[in-house]
C-alpha cells in the first residue's frame, strides 16, 4: 500500500526533527503527556456535561511503559481519542494555529530553532525514535486506527484493535550512539525524574509500572522483582499549591509546558484569592514578544478553569487589550461549568475576576518598574507600545490607569523615564512637558526646533514610536502640566525682546513676501523665538503636528490631512541679511532663497519635497 503524504510544511518541519541537533530532547516526553492531558480534560468536560455518558473517577490516567527488549516506550491515555479522519487531519498536518508565519521563518533560516521557539508538541518525538505509531479509538466510535510513521516519506493508516476510548503514542526508541544517549528513554528511573521534573502538576495519574525486587517470602537472603503501578506526579495543579513549596524553575516549567511562550518569562504573580469570588492565578509576563503579537491573529486570554475542570483555553474576557501580553491559566469554584461563551461575558463572577486580575497585573507592572527597572524596560522595549496603544484607545479611557507605566526617552537623561521622574525634575517656572518628535533619538537631538527649549536647560522627551504622539495627546496632561510640542507655536518661553520698531516693519514686509510665494504651502512666515543656529525650520499651529500628518498619511484611508504649517526665520543669521539684501534689491534672488529656505525645512523635518528636480536646479543656479 502506498504511503500517504505529509503535506508539505509538515514535511519540512518532520525532517528538520528528525535530523535535529536540539539538545533538549527530552522535553518529546513533556509534549505527549500534555497532549494526553488535554485528551482526558476533553473527555472528562464531556462526562460532566453530558448526562448520557458517566466514568468512574479511576477511568481518566495517562500510562508510561517503556520496554528495553523491544527498545519502544508507549505513552497511553484514556482521552477522547482520534477518528480515523481526525488522525489525518492532526497528524498530518502542523495544527499549530501560527504554522503560516511559521513556515516563512523556516524558509528563511535552515537552522531556525523552531523547538526552542515554538514547541511543535506531537512531531517532536520524532527527535528520538526511529518509528512512531499511534493507535486511538475515539468517544462515541466503534472501531479503533492505526496510524504509523517513520518519518517525512509519509505514513499510513488502517483499522486496528483497542478495547476502549483513548490513544497510545508508541515510539520505537532510536540506537544510541556517541553523540546522544537514547536509553536513557527506555529507564524507568530516568523517566520518572523526566515526569517530575516537566509534568509533576498534570492534574490525572500519570502511571508506571515499576519494577523492584524484595525478600521472598520466607526467605532471610532471597530476593525477588515485583511489579507495581506507581503514580510518578503530585497532580496537585500548580496554582492550588502554597506559593512556598513552589520553585522558580516550577513556574518555568508550568509556562513551558503550556505553551504560553518559549522565552522566560520576566516575571510570575500567583494569585489566590478567597472571599466574595474565590480564584487562584499564575500569570505571566513574558519578555519576547510573540511572532505574530501586532497582527490580528494574535488572540489574548487566559486559561480558565472552573473548579480543576478546563472550560477554556483563551478567555479573552479576563484581560483587556492594553495587557494582551499577559498568559496564564485561572481556577475558580465559582464558574458554572456549563456556562457558555456568550454568557460568560456577562458572568458577575468572571468580571469580578477580571477586574481583581488586571489590578494586580498594573501593581506588579509598577513594583517591576520600582524596584527591578532593568527587567522593566526589557518589558516596556516588547510590549510598551501596546501600553500606549491602551492610552489612546476607547478615547482615553484608560489614561489613568495607564499613564504610570509609560516610558519615554530623555534628552537630559540619556535613557527611558518615566513622567513622574521627569515632573520631579521640572524647574518651578518651567510650564509644559516638552516632547519632540521624529524618526530616531539621533535625528530628533539634531532638531533644529529642540534649540531654545534645550537651551534653556529643559528636559525634551523624544517620540519616536508613530503612536507616541496620538498618546500624548489623548493624556493632554500630566500631573495638571500640560504636554507641549517643541514645534508648537506657543512654548511658553521668554525669549527677550531685542528689536526696534523699524526692524520690526523691515521684518513684516519680507515675511509677507515670502508667504504670498509660498501660497497655500505654509499658514504663515515668522521671525523664529526658538532657533539659535539653525536658519531656518518648520513649526506648526493647531492639533495637527507635522509627526502626525506624517503617520496619518502612511494609513490606508489618507484624508490628505495637513498640519498647519509656519516657516521660521532665524532673524539672528547670516542668511536673513541676505534675504534682506535680496527684498531691496533682486525679487528674484528673494524668490529663489525662499523656495530653498521653504525645502530645506521640508527636509529637516523628514517630510518629502514636492519637486526634489526643481530644488536641486535651484541649488545648481546658486552655484553659477
Ligand atoms: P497541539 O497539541 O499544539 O495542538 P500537536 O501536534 O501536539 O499540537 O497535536 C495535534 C493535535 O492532535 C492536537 O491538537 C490533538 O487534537 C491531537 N492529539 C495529539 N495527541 C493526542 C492524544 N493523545 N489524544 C487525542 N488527540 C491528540
Known amino acids: 500500500m502506498a504511503k500517504k503524504q505529509f503535506k508539505a510544511e509538515s514535511k519540512r518541519l518532520l525532517d528538520l526533527m528528525i535530523n535535529s541537533i536540539y539538545t533538549n530532547k527530552e522535553i518529546f516526553l513533556r509534549e505527549l503527556i500534555s497532549n494526553a492531558s488535554d485528551a482526558i480534560d476533553k473527555i472528562y468536560y464531556r462526562a460532566l456535561t453530558d448526562e448520557n455518558l458517566s466514568f468512574d473517577k479511576d477511568s481518566y490516567f495517562i500510562k508510561i511503559t517503556p520496554d528495553r ?16 479522519e481526525e488522525l489525518e487531519g492532526n497528524l498530518g498536518v502542523i495544527a499549530r494555529s501560527g504554522s503560516l508565519s511559521f513556515k516563512k521563518e523556516i524558509e528563511k533560516d535552515e537552522d531556525y530553532d523552531i523547538i526552542g521557539q515554538f514547541g511543535v508538541g506531537f512531531y517532536s518525538a520524532f527527535m528520538v525514535a526511529d518509528e512512531v505509531t499511534v493507535i486511538s479509538k475515539a468517544l462515541g466510535s466503534e472501531e479503533a486506527y492505526k496510524w504509523v510513521s517513520s518519518g517525512p516519506d509519509g505514513y499510513n493508516i488502517e483499522a486496528a484493535e483497542r478495547d476502549s476510548v483513548g490513544t497510545d503514542i508508541i515510539i520505537k526508541v532510536k ?18 525524574s523526566l515526569v517530575k521534573k ?21 526467605s532471610e537472603d532471597e530476593y525477588e522483582d515485583y511489579t507495581e503501578e506507581t503514580t510518578l506526579n503530585s497532580m496537585v495543579p500548580i496554582w492550588r499549591k502554597n506559593k512556598n513549596e513552589l520553585t522558580p524553575e516550577d513556574y518555568e516549567n508550568f509556562y513551558m509546558e ?12 500567583h494569585i489566590s484569592v478567597s472571599g466574595a469570588v474565590s480564584y487562584n492565578a499564575i500569570l505571566y509576563i513574558p519578555e519576547k514578544i510573540p511572532f505574530d503579537y501586532y497582527t490580528r491573529e494574535y488572540e489574548k486570554g487566559l486559561e480558565l478553569y472552573s473548579n480543576g475542570v478546563l472550560i477554556m483555553n483563551k478567555c479573552a474576557d479576563l484581560l483587556p487589550d492594553y495587557f494582551s501580553f499577559v498568559k496564564g491559566t485561572v481556577d475558580s469554584e465559582d464558574l458554572s461549568l456549563n456556562i457558555s461563551r456568550e454568557m460568560l461575558q456577562h458572568d458577575r463572577q468572571l468580571k469580578i475576576i477580571a477586574k481583581n486580575i488586571k489590578n494586580k ?13 532593568e527587567n522593566y524596560e526589557k518589558f516596556y522595549t516588547s510590549f510598551g507600545r501596546q501600553l500606549k496603544f491602551g492610552v489612546y484607545d476607547n478615547y482615553g479611557m484608560d489614561k489613568e490607569t495607564l499613564q504610570d507605566l509609560l516610558l519615554f526617552y530623555s534628552s537630559t537623561q540619556k535613557k527611558l523615564v518615566t513622567l513622574d521622574e521627569y515632573i520631579a525634575r521640572m524647574p518651578e517656572e518651567q510650564k509644559y512637558i516638552y516632547y519632540a518628535s521624529g524618526e530616531t533619538n539621533e ?33 493632554m496632561n500630566y500631573q495638571e502640566k500640560e504636554f507641549r510640542s517643541v514645534s508648537s507655536d506657543d512654548l511658553g518661553i521668554e525669549a527677550g525682546e531685542t528689536k526696534t520698531a523699524e526692524e520690526k516693519a523691515e521684518d513684516l514686509e519680507l515675511f509677507a513676501y515670502m508667504k504670498g510665494k509660498l501660497g497655500d504651502k505654509v499658514k504663515d512666515v515668522k521671525a523664529s523665538k526658538r532657533l539659535k543656529t539653525h536658519p531656518v525650520c518648520l513649526s506648526n499651529e493647531g492639533a495637527i503636528t507635522i509627526e502626525m500628518e506624517k503617520v496619518l498619511n502612511t494609513m ?14 532665524n532673524t539672528k543669521h547670516e542668511v536673513y541679511s541676505a534675504l534682506q539684501d535680496a527684498l531691496a534689491n533682486d525679487r528674484e534672488k528673494l524668490d529663489l532663497f525662499t523656495s530653498l529656505l521653504y525645502n530645506q525645512a521640508l527636509l529637516i523635518e523628514g517630510l518629502p519635497l514636492e519637486d526634489p528636480v526643481e530644488f536641486s536646479n535651484r541649488i545648481c543656479e546658486l552655484m553659477k
Open 258 to 269: 503550556k505553551h504560553f511562550g518559549f522565552d522566560q518569562p520576566l516575571k510570575h504573580v
Open 198 to 218: 516537566y509534568s509533576d502538576f498534570i492534574r490525572y495519574p500519570i502511571k508506571m509500572d515499576t519494577v523492584s525486587s524484595r525478600l521472598k517470602e520466607g
Open 556 to 569: 490606508p484611508m489618507d484624508q490628505g490631512i495637513k498640519a498647519s504649517k509656519i516657516l521660521e526665520i
Open 69 to 84: 527488549e523491544n527498545r519502544t516506550l508507549t505513552v497511553s491515555d484514556t482521552g477522547i481519542g482520534m477518528t480515523k
Open 361 to 373: 497585573i498594573k501593581s506588579e507592572l509598577l513594583s517591576m518598574l520600582k524596584d527591578d527597572r
Open 175 to 192: 540506537k544510541s550512539d556517541e553523540d546522544e544517549n537514547f536509553d536513557q528513554y527506555l529507564d524507568q528511573y530516568r523517566l520518572r
Open 443 to 475: 535625528r530628533i537631538a539634531k532638531m533644529p526646533q529642540t534649540e531654545l527649549v534645550a537651551d534653556k536647560g529643559y528636559e525634551i522627551l523624544y517620540l519616536t514610536d508613530d503612536v507616541d504622539e496620538f498618546t500624548i495627546n489623548i493624556l
